[in-house]
């Protein structure tokens, strides 16, 4: 296991690399440039961002939020010029040691909450929170600009105000779209850029639904183990990988987290994982908890333990924190509990290695 933390660049992110390499066990980031969606990236760019991580002591060899374009999901013409320039940006990724591509094919929305600083009653911490019944007040449009309302002044991922500006016309073009449909050009796009992650080495790195079921009638096509299961057979390659993101998952209860990782961790098709807890308040109603299981709904031990048995060497961050100790910064983003995340999934770690070695 190697353990990493989001990064947003030194422009867009408050919290310095040195923070980051003083947490213990932290070896890399997963890290992103602010580039919108369809956009080639620079040469200079990711020279000066990997530059900037190895100095700071720390790797980087997952890279987030290569955005799959909008044109891309909807199957439009244009859709091969920006697949073109995703394989362009897979190749020089891989030059300057990206071994791993997370990214998402949800449409218009990368992930939806309903609150971003939802007060934790018990404890006076907030976190992000998602209740469906909200929805029912709101539009889209109403929902782009709560959450921007909410979010500290910082940019979010998969809000960026380049992708939202045509919020209307997109959803427009999603009219009839069926799932069929949706993973047909999913499968057209991965035809296209996975015959050049295998020559590169690099492994694209598909993240779920969040949260875990459809929204605003848009279809949502990766978000259970059989919608997993059809995404690895559209283009059957080790290139062709998941990142298992356990909160997302685990909004729906009928997600087996544990029973997942294991599936496709023996199928070697666990390309990066975002490990966090949930705790679930009703049916399609959700808030993020601290990383301890008894704090939420998920058995991080048994997904810990999953993950050992099954895929030990992956990447993986601690997802989505609380804002705790009055920390202000992006939601979901903070140092201090995504610190704390880290230091309870390496303790498990240990504690699942030291049990292995004393029973043999």
Known sequence: MKMTFRWYGSKADPIPLRYIKQIPGMTGLMGLLDKPAGAVWEEDEVRALVHEVHEAGLELEVIESVNVHEDIKLGLPS???????????IRRLARYGVKVIVYNFMPVFDWLRTDLARLIPEDGSNSLYFDEKDLGEMGPLEIVRRTADGSNGFTLPGWE?????????????????????????????LDGVIPVCEEAGVRMACHPDDPAWPIFG???????QADFDQLVALHDSPANTLCLCTGSLGSDPANDVPAMI??????????????????????????EAAHLSSEGDLDLYAIMKAVHDCCPDTYIR???GRMIWDEQGRPGYGLYDRALGAAYLNGLWEAIEKREEFSS
């Open 79 to 89: 859709r091969d010029a920006y697949i073109e320039n995703y394989r362009a940006t």
């Open 161 to 189: 105000p380049e992708r939202l500006s045509q919020l209307e016309e997109t959803l427009r073009g999603y009219e009839g779209m069926t799932d069929d449909r949706l993973r047909e050009n999913f499968r057209y796009f």
């Open 218 to 224: 848009l279809p949502r096509i990766a978000h259970s």
């Open 262 to 287: 294991r599936h496709f961790g023996q199928m070697n098709r666990i390309g990066a994982m975002h490990v966090r807890n949930v705790k679930h308040l009703g049916y399609h109603h959700f808030r």
């Open 318 to 320: 601690p997802d989505h």
